[in-house]
């Protein structure tokens, strides 16, 4: 299965923040939205960051009035991204080694949609059970 099945499933909305915005709008968003996480985006629209519940826990610990901060002062820079193509298994193995959540999904530079890893778990547990069905239904017809 790929990235792209889940997106058709799920759908291709991705919310996103500009990373001069602040945190506090962040956090607006994420509660408005329910969601974990927000892709920080250049005027283009490309992905430059990523700022997760996480992002903002890390900074409060440190003690920083976060709210005020703007996000590219407390999101991820580094972002790793998948293709529509993907495997969600490697995906899946990726975002477990690298210990994140979301995943933006980019296409010729643009940001396509986002993958959570429960996008990934429930498309996996999908499969498995339709391949635990096809297997009940050969047993009992062998």
């Known amino acids: 299965m790929k990235i792209s099945n889940i997106l058709a499933t799920k ?3 991705v919310y996103t923040i500009r990373p001069g915005q602040t945190v506090h709008d962040a956090v607006v968003s994420m ?27 890390r900074a409060l610990v440190r003690g920083e009035d ?21 495997d969600i298994q490697s995906v899946m193995q990726t975002m ?9 999904v980019v296409e010729e530079g ?13 498309a996996l547990l999908a499969e498995y059970r339709g391949e635990i069905d096809t297997l009940q239904t050969q047993i009992s017809q062998g």
């Open 11 to 13: 759908g291709m909305t």
């Open 31 to 57: 509660a408005r939205h329910n969601i974990g996480a927000l892709v920080a985006v250049d005027d283009e629209g490309r992905p430059v960051g990523i700022i997760s519940e996480r992002d903002i826990v």
């Open 66 to 86: 976060v709210l005020t901060k703007t996000v590219d002062q407390v999101m991820t820079k580094t972002v790793i991204s998948a293709l529509p193509q993907d």
């Open 96 to 104: 477990t080694d690298k210990r994140f959540r979301h995943l933006p």
């Open 110 to 122: 643009q940001l396509s949609g986002i993958v959570s890893i429960g996008d990934v778990i429930k």
